[in-house]
T-cell receptor, first 111, second 112 residues
Framework: RKEVEQDPGPFNVPEGATVAFNCTYS??????FFWYRQDCRKEPKLLMS???SGNEDGRFTAQLNRASQYISLLIRDSKLSDSATYLC????????????FGQGTELSVKP | EADIYQTPRYLVIGTGKKITLECSQT?????MYWYQQDPGMELHLIHY???????EKGDLSSESTVSRIRTEHFPLTLESARPSHTSQYLC???????????FGPGTRLTVL
């Protein structure tokens, strides 16, 4: 079993749709959680950190459920420019700052 | 924008050549990482460093080696490149006490 597992993609959605990505992690000692965005053939870039209380940044909302070891990302009113691969990332708990990356879920927003 | 740089951005080279991929950051970050990523696949950690003179192997076995003589510089070397080394190599760094990793633009390596 992978340490971080994400919904298999791709997600093909029309502009304006709401889309939700799910992620589960196996290391209960993990303390930090992130969503990164990676455009085709580019480097990953931090989209947002995920806090226990849930957090929102414009059209993006991230939720964390520690009991279920589950993380989600909701994108509202999706834009063409949201097309990318979204990576769920978890720190390795007591592994000294190493991050564990999920395999990513590809999103394609169509006009 | 993160101040982390990688050179070259693209490299096409013949089998058996020695290559060094450069990574440098100007943020004074202690921790630096090298990842390997094939197209459409996940990132795999191949090396990391927690400071000068500290290097460790990552989760994915790699024939490459790294060095960390200066805080800002973390080069990766392949003594004898092979076609199986063809991949994208991404360098990242993070400051002490942080978890967020900032990535360089990557080096896309093709070994013929």
């Amino acid at each position: 079993r992978k340490e971080v597992e994400q919904d298999p993609g791709p997600f093909n959605v029309p502009e304006g749709a709401t889309v939700a990505f799910n992620c589960t992690y196996s290391n209960s000692a993990s303390q930090s959680f992130f969503w990164y965005r990676q455009d085709c053939r580019k480097e990953p870039k931090l989209l947002m950190s995920v806090y226990s209380s849930g957090n929102e940044d414009g059209r993006f909302t991230a939720q964390l459920n520690r009991a279920s070891q589950y993380i989600s990302l909701l994108i509202r009113d999706s834009k063409l420019s949201d097309s990318a691969t979204y990576l769920c990332v978890v720190n390795g708990g007591n592994q000294g700052g190493k991050l564990i990356f999920g395999q990513g879920t590809e999103l394609s927003v169509k006009p | 924008e993160a101040d982390i740089y990688q050179t070259p951005r693209y490299l096409v080279i013949g089998t058996g050549k020695k290559i060094t991929l450069e990574c440098s950051q100007t943020m004074g970050h202690d921790k630096m990482y090298w990842y390997q990523q094939d197209p459409g696949m996940e990132l795999h950690l191949i090396h990391y460093s927690y400071g000068v003179n500290s290097t460790e192997k990552g989760d994915l076995s790699s024939e490459s080696t790294v060095s960390r003589i200066r805080t800002e510089h973390f080069p990766l070397t392949l003594e004898s490149a092979r076609p199986s080394h063809t991949s994208q190599y991404l360098c990242a760094s993070t400051g002490w006490g942080e978890d967020t990793q900032y990535f360089g633009p990557g080096t896309r390596l093709t070994v013929l």
